[in-house]
């Protein structure tokens, strides 16, 4: 059980709590979810974690606390993790220019205009560095997202880290051969910059992505369900993906009996993990910690302070930087550290919070805040996609935040 205490030794409302039950159900019957897992902890300590509805609506098999996920991009934070672990070693400089280590990338060309044997290109005025990979403002781009000549030219070029089969560094190859968004540094552009992380991690340590996770990370922590592919013996446990359809009903979009998951070659540091609540609870408890979690040290103190600082320039949010509309947070009031969101102005994101907390959510709609104001977080787990769908990550906030009572 992933419950440690009593709501109310932790400051929360277990009455008002109850309260996520009533939201969630809503949305099961109504057949717009199939199942989700609330948990919610406190200084520490988890204090409430509901699970409903079902993993498998094909099977009838119910949401369990052991559960398995696709986390997509709640990855990133992990990758981030990852290449900063490597960053404490003294192997780079953020402000070093990815191409020392990936020399495919020394002659960026950006977009300026026109298609195909008429578009017009100029260089980059500078190098795409760690930094810019962590912050997303590297130029780069995804090639589902959008209808540009760049995001059109990545899937006519198959740079795809998210298809699972292939090879890791052939694709971050590819990707160097198209031309960027913008210039580095001067817009944020949700993008594969973490998968591109991911490369550079594989060179600099000399280890498969995979390994590396398992080695420096996974397995120091604990996570034993986390992984890039489904093992057989925890295929029961892998709940099935849904996609929205027309008239607010669910398609299955990929099933734990025939999953792409099953089958892993290419290792999206990106969107590529599967993991459970209570494994991701070990990693943002790690991130409570400052690098530290049960005698365990990942990164120093410091690093994570300067991680979940804003990296934005002029401290602006991502309004400032041109941040189109994007599902996984909001973006008046919502600067980016190293490799998380990062609130900076409640009011002006017209949402529930503190200053200083770090989040990110994934594709299938999961969701996961710390928020060390509060000494407070929560991670949010369902398998929808889009994320776009509902507004299902603010009226968690609001359900969660209310029940604080001291």
């Known amino acids: 059980m992933l419950v440690t205490a009593k709501p109310e030794d932790v400051g929360l409302s277990g009455e008002r709590l109850d309260r996520i039950a009533t939201w969630i159900d809503g949305y099961i019957d109504a057949g717009k979810l199939p199942g989700a897992l609330v948990l919610v902890a406190r200084r520490g300590q988890v204090a409430y974690c509901l699970t409903r509805g079902l993993r498998d609506r094909e099977a009838g098999l119910a949401v369990e606390e052991d559960t398995i996920f696709r986390f997509y991009s709640m990855t990133k934070p992990i990758t981030s993790v990852g290449i900063m672990m490597l960053y404490e070693q003294g192997l780079f400089q953020l402000d070093d220019p990815i191409a020392r280590y990936l020399p495919e990338f020394a002659e960026m060309q950006v977009y300026v205009s026109g298609e195909g044997a008429d578009a017009v290109m100029q260089p980059a005025r500078q190098q795409i560095t760690f930094r810019h990979l962590l912050t997303h403002t590297a130029g780069l781009t995804y090639g589902n997202r959008g209808q540009t000549p760049v995001e059109a030219a990545y899937r006519a070029n198959g740079v795809n880290?998210?298809?699972?089969?292939g090879d890791l560094a052939e694709t971050a190859r590819k990707l160097a051969d198209q031309p960027?968004?913008?210039?580095?540094?001067?817009?944020?552009?949700?993008?594969?910059?973490?998968?591109?992380?991911?490369?550079?991690?594989?060179?600099?340590?000399?280890?498969?992505?995979?390994?590396?996770?398992?080695?420096?990370?996974?397995?120091?922590?604990?996570?034993?369900?986390?992984?890039?592919?489904?093992?057989?013996?925890?295929?029961?446990?892998?709940?099935?993906?849904?996609?929205?359809?027309?008239?607010?009903g669910l398609a299955l979009a990929d099933s734990p009996h025939d999953s792409v998951y099953r089958n892993v070659t290419l290792f999206s540091g990106g969107g590529g993990l599967t993991s459970t609540a209570g494994d991701y609870h070990r990693f943002t408890q790690m991130l409570r910690g400052k690098g530290e979690l049960d005698g365990v040290r990942l990164l120093g103190r410091k690093t994570v302070e300067y991680m979940t600082e804003n990296h934005l320039p002029d401290n602006g949010d991502l309004t400032s930087m041109g941040q189109p509309v994007h599902s996984e947070t909001s973006y008046d009031g919502i600067g980016f550290g190293l490799g998380f969101s990062v609130m900076l102005d409640p009011a002006k994101a017209q949402v529930i919070g503190s200053p200083g907390e770090h989040a990110w959510g994934g594709a299938a709609s999961t969701a996961f805040w710390i928020d060390p104001e509060e000494d407070m977080s929560v991670i949010f787990l369902t398998q929808l996609m889009p994320s776009s769908t509902y507004p299902l990550r603010r009226e968690l906030r609001v359900l969660t935040y209310q029940a604080l009572i001291e």
């Open 180 to 248: 960027l968004l913008c210039h580095p540094g001067t817009e944020w552009n949700y993008s594969v910059s973490t998968d591109l992380l991911g490369r550079l991690t594989e060179v600099i340590s000399g280890q498969p992505l995979d390994q590396y996770f398992q080695q420096h990370i996974l397995g120091p922590l604990g996570m034993v369900d986390t992984s890039f592919a489904i093992a057989p013996n925890k295929q029961d446990r892998f709940a099935a993906n849904y996609e929205h359809t027309d008239g607010n």
């Open 161 to 165: 880290f998210a298809n699972r089969q």
